[in-house]
């Protein structure tokens, strides 16, 4: 009976057992003349008041301490239910800003039970993912759990009919800069992504064996203005995507040179980069052509490159047409190395 009274009138436990302690603390002190029930009233809505005030200063001021501070004093309820949830969509999103493996693991030490913890672990195992295999394009994209099935809808028209991956984390971003363009008037569409090594072969086997006259050296260097050497390719490891067309002169048409400036301007608050800027003495001297299409996403792209760097020797890269070339003409040094800013 008491129950059926008295829990209806206070929308949060904490408010109903703040009073009912301070009512039978003070019970002795209580004017014959006030009723019991406005003691339990007034002391819960006056605690309902001072939290409603301090859950709004905390957002006022959003960020992390602000809502810890909050959850310090006020624990459990639909405030702090919410405090919780901002502060570790905070908290999580700075992890995902720093990228680190300490980063996740600092995150999942601190918020346990975080909505976002699954995500966290998913992040900490996908730096395992980044070995001599992966570098390589050597691995099965549609089976990978660090990979995603690229939606038809960011595909244009005529390659719906395609199957595309992109690491997951990359992905997600392009969605988030994909949206922002369109708020712009700018459609921006995936042309290629994930391509592994023996698509690689393919393309790069196709263009070797249409110049049979020139010299191995000079042919692979023709071949690599705009076509990356198979284990060589950024391509392999997800985070790389060509948008809109992979032609030059789209680029310098109306169309394309919108396209072109808006990432330019927009795309780094995404996690990506142009990876192939003009070649220039006092800047990228060497390797591939400008690519105005080719954009990285640099948070697991520097990961990738450190790790290349350290593991990829020249005998890695074997298993097609001119092979024997990469290590006179330095493809690690003049052409992995070499990318924007």
């Not at 809808?153 to 994909?178: C, D, G, S, V």
Request: glycine residues 6%; charged residues 25%.
């Amino acid at each position: 009976m008491y129950k059926s009274v008295w829990i209806p009138k206070f929308r949060h436990r904490i408010y109903y057992l703040m009073a009912y302690a301070s009512l039978m603390l003070g019970e002795a002190c209580r004017p014959a003349s006030q009723p019991v029930a406005g003691n339990l009233i007034g002391l819960a809505k006056s605690a309902q008041t001072q939290l409603a005030q301090q859950f709004a200063q905390a957002g006022q001021q959003n960020t992390i301490e602000a809502y810890q501070a909050f959850l310090d004093r006020y624990p459990r309820g639909l405030q702090a239910d919410s405090a919780r949830a901002k502060r570790n969509r905070m908290a999580f999103a700075e992890a995902e800003t720093a990228y680190t493996y300490q980063a996740f693991e600092d995150f999942l030490a601190q918020y346990p039970d975080a909505a976002q913890a699954a995500e966290a672990n998913y992040y900490l195992r996908s730096f395992g993912f980044i070995n001599k295999s992966y570098l390589l394009g050597k691995i099965d994209y549609a089976s990978h759990e660090g990979f995603v099935q690229i939606a038809a809808q960011y595909l244009p028209l005529p390659m719906r009919t395609l199957t595309m991956y992109m690491r997951k984390e990359a992905y997600k971003n392009f969605i988030r800069m994909h949206q922002a363009a369109l708020q712009d008037g700018i459609e921006l569409y995936i042309v290629s992504a994930a391509r592994d090594f023996y698509d690689q072969v393919e393309i790069w086997e196709k263009k070797w064996g249409n110049d049979e006259d020139t010299a191995q050296v000079e042919k692979a260097k023709k071949i690599l203005r705009y076509t990356a050497m198979p284990g060589a390719s950024r391509h392999h490891w997800g985070t790389d995507i060509d948008l809109n067309s992979v032609e030059p002169d789209y680029f310098e048409q109306a169309e394309g040179d919108q396209i072109y400036r808006w990432l330019q301007a927009n795309a780094h608050r995404f996690g990506f980069f142009q990876t192939y800027t003009p070649l220039d003495p006092k800047g990228r001297a060497k390797g591939y052509e400008e690519e105005k299409w080719h954009w990285s996403f640099r948070p697991i792209a520097a990961i990738c490159l450190r790790e290349y760097l350290r593991t990829i020797k020249y005998t890695d890269l074997e298993g097609f047409e001119g092979a024997k070339t990469a290590k006179e003409i330095k493809i690690i040094d003049h052409y992995v190395k070499s990318i924007g800013p």
